[in-house]
């Protein structure tokens, strides 16, 4: 098997993604973009401190689940049902689940 030669970059190291610190690496989108759209929720990192506020949550969406993460979007979230949506998702371990962005007022929510 051929050595490949260090060529000095980061990327020859292949070092691993921590997996105790998540991070989304992917272009960022408001909830108002969405809403009324299907989307893919892939995953979500929770108590995330922005500067509208602490505990929102960062969600990770695809539009097509075969998309590469490359595609991925993401968004901030502080709407309670979709908080609670997630959780209850997290602890059936049942990632990526389609949902569709609803809205009513400054409501937000998953169907």
């Not at 998702?89 to 049942?94: A, F, G, V, Y």
């Amino acid at each position: 098997m051929e050595q490949k030669q260090d060529d000095g970059s980061l990327s020859f190291l292949s070092i691993p993604a921590d997996a105790t610190y998540k991070r989304f690496n992917c272009s960022e989108t408001t909830q108002q973009k969405i809403v009324n759209t299907s989307f893919w929720v892939i995953d979500y990192l929770e108590d995330v401190k922005t500067r509208f506020g602490s505990n929102r949550f960062l969600v990770k969406i695809k539009r097509n689940l075969e998309d590469s993460d490359s595609d991925a979007l993401k968004f901030f979230t502080n709407s309670q049902e979709i908080k609670y949506v997630l959780g209850k998702i997290r602890e059936l371990n049942k990632f990526p689940r389609r949902v569709t962005l609803r809205a009513s007022q400054n409501r937000y929510y998953f169907e």
